[in-house]
């Protein structure tokens, strides 16, 4: 909840700031690892975005950007897979001539020199194209195409080690970022840490708790249910 208020208020604040610019989608992908690299690899993919974006020719074209890093797990394999979804405001010039525009196969070969990979990795980028372009169908779209980030992971009682495994895989992880304009609207909105800021006060509520009755549950393992106590 608290990621959508942020990015919906830094979004809308962009767009006035540069009406004409666009929304691209961009997936960075690598190849699965098991739970005890994944520390390693998370912070290897943090670099290698970082490499990416100082590209001339990317560089050139962003005004801003939204980086989510997820972390899926292939059940069957027993490994895990990061990768990085990016919300990007382009410069209205990206789409009018090769000089500016950026094909997938660009991407993709940007991509895996910035990760230094020996294989080609799977990228996707796509332009946000609302139904029309009224300012409330722009910022949905936008937060439709966002939400993938935080999808959570189905866990069950077997689950111990997946829990550990990401503990320590996430630890000291910063999984969203801004950047460009994106990061000077967020300091300027005084907006505190999507992560590890308050976490009750979401930023769109004036009264966030209310004065009905708090209960506590506890989970009880034999039952493999929870209870109230």
């Known amino acids: 909840m608290k990621y959508q208020v942020q990015i919906s ?16 989608f961009l997936t960075l992908t690598v190849e699965n690892v098991f739970g005890e690299d994944l520390n390693n690899e998370l912070s290897r993919l943090s670099e290698a975005f970082n490499r990416l974006m100082k590209y001339k020719k990317v560089s050139k074209n ?10 899926t797990r292939n059940q069957l394999m027993d490994t ?19 000089d500016n525009y950026i094909s997938q196969d660009e991407w993709t070969e940007f991509w895996k020199k910035s990760a230094k990979l020996d294989y080609r990795p799977i990228v996707d980028v796509r332009a946000i194209k609302p139904k029309n ?10 937060l439709e195409t966002a939400k993938y980030p935080v999808k959570p992971m189905e866990l069950n009682s ?8 990401l503990q320590k895989g996430l630890y000291r992880k ?11 609207i967020k ?9 590890n800021g308050d976490l009750i006060n979401i930023g769109d509520e004036e009264n966030p708790i209310s004065d ?3 209960i506590s549950v506890l989970w009880n393992h034999e039952r493999q249910n929870y209870y109230v106590r």
């Open 9 to 24: 208020k830094i979004v809308e604040e962009a767009m006035l700031r540069k009406p004409k610019g666009r929304f691209l």
């Open 62 to 71: 962003v005004i801003g950007f939204l980086r989510a890093t997820e972390v």
């Open 80 to 98: 895990y897979h990061p990768h990085i979804h990016v919300l990007l405001f382009v410069s209205p010039t990206y789409f009018k001539n090769k």
């Open 133 to 142: 372009e009224k300012t409330s169908d722009i910022r949905s779209a936008i």
């Open 158 to 165: 077997d689950s111990a080690k997946v829990v550990d495994d």
């Open 174 to 184: 910063r999984q969203i970022a801004f950047g460009g304009l994106f990061k000077q």
């Open 187 to 195: 300091k300027e909105l005084e907006l505190d840490d999507i992560e």
């Open 212 to 214: 009905g009755e708090i």
